[in-house]
């Protein structure tokens, strides 16, 4: 064959193999466009930006790229979190009706049931979040309360009125489990919904995370969130008139049974966006079994912009939220390719035969 055709030949594997590629990542469901566009593809840039304007707050960006610290409920793990400005955006704890140091009266304190006992109150949580904010403008920390029971979220309600107005640079998270969940969870008391919206109206600018209690570890596979469950939330959300508000919300799931159930939740958080933007976030216990491929494709099937990621080191690394192309759609990929060099093959066969 002349150096014409192979010339041509070649050209048009290209032209093909970028074509059936294309395609192979468009069908597979994930929006790759708009990711791309929305998000610079160098990690440390997008840090860096994130940092740089305050983007914890904003829309469109790669928000698994938001780091945290979970379960910051002692005073040494506040100190850690806080001796290291640039590392982690966001706090998360928890908060029940318990001792200061096991002594004096019941008060709202961060602690983990069945824990019931701190070193540290959730008055001086907050305030030593507010003074590190002061402190690093541009680095500020964001924090999520994860309240255990209607009786202390209550109970919390002074504190909270004395500090959020306070915290205008940073985002603030009120969470609680308001429903039972999966699967079949009855051993933890929901938070009372009614009476934890009704609370939630005093903080406008805080973002509601709204959740399931949950029954899940190492040896659960099966468990999902349920059309019932899902639409138990969108009922209660609609009889205390949260969605009217437009204030943020953010739907807390766990990463194992979220990873199968997909469908239900974006029925969920498409019958909220008509009136308002909800996004996800993906937590997980240590030790959960998560199945890795659904998880990853839940997460693209909303796009980066949507998801907050707050799980263990190991299951993010897992993730490879790189680019959408990973596992499954590497294989689509790695066969098309194989396709078209095979017609290719044949072609330049069948040329030399007949030029
Ligand atoms: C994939 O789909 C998007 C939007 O539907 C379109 O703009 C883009 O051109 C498609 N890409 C390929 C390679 O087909
Ligand atoms: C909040 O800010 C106001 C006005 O700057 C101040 O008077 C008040 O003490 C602050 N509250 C706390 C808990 O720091
Ligand atoms: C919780 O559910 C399990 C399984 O359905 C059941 O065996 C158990 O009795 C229930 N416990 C309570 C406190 O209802
Ligand atoms: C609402 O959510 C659905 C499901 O995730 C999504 O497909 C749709 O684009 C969203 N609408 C808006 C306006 O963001
Ligand atoms: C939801 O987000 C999309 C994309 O960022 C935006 O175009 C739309 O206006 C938002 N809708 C509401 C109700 O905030
Ligand atoms: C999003 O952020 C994660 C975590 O930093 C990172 O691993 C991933 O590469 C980012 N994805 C894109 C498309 O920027
Ligand atoms: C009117 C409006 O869009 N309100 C809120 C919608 O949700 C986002 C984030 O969850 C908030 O930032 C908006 O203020």
New binding site residues.
């Given amino acids: 064959m002349d150096s014409k055709t192979a010339f041509l030949a070649t050209t048009l594997l290209f032209v093909l193999v970028a074509k059936i590629n294309g395609s192979a990542l468009n069908a597979s469901n994930y929006q790759y466009q708009v990711?791309e566009r929305r998000?610079p593809?160098d990690?440390q840039v997008?840090y860096t930006f994130l940092k740089q304007s305050n983007m914890v707050k904003a829309w469109g960006t790669?928000l698994?790229?938001i780091t945290w610290a979970h379960a910051v409920n002692s005073q040494q793990l506040l100190d850690e979190v806080l001796s290291k400005p640039g590392d982690i955006d966001f706090i998360e704890a928890d908060i029940v009706l318990g001792k200061l140091n096991g002594e004096g009266e019941d008060m709202p304190v961060m602690a983990h049931p069945p824990a019931t006992i701190s070193d540290i109150t959730l008055a001086q949580f907050l305030y030593q979040i507010m003074e590190f904010n002061r402190a690093h403008e541009g680095q500020e920390k964001g924090v999520k309360l994860d309240f255990k029971s209607i009786e202390v979220f209550e109970g919390s309600l002074d504190i909270l009125d004395e500090n959020i107005p306070n915290m205008t640079s940073n985002p603030v998270w009120i969470n609680a489990d308001i429903l039972s969940g999966p699967v079949d969870q009855n051993r933890t008391v929901p938070v009372d919904a009614d009476r934890f919206f009704a609370g939630c109206m005093r903080y406008k600018q805080a973002v509601l995370s709204i959740g399931w209690t949950t029954n899940w570890g190492a040896d659960f596979r099966d468990g999902e969130y349920t059309q019932d469950q899902c639409d138990a939330m969108l009922e209660s959300l609609t009889a205390n008139n949260v969605l009217s508000t437009g204030q943020g919300i953010t739907f807390p799931v766990r990463a194992g049974i979220a990873a199968n159930s997909e469908d239900q939740l974006h029925r969920l958080v498409a019958a909220v966006n008509e009136t308002n933007n909800s996004t996800l976030t993906v937590w997980s216990s240590a030790g959960d079994y998560v199945d890795v491929e659904k998880l990853r494709k839940l997460i693209w099937s909303f796009g980066?912009d949507r998801v907050y990621l707050d799980v263990p080191e190991e299951l993010a690394a897992q993730l490879e939220?790189?680019?959408p192309g990973n596992g499954a759609s590497t294989f689509k990929s790695l066969f098309s390719f194989s396709f078209v060099a095979l017609c290719f093959w044949a072609l330049s066969s069948w040329l030399q035969r007949n030029i």
């Fill in positions: 990711v998000t593809a990690p997008e790669n698994t790229a980066l939220l790189g680019n």
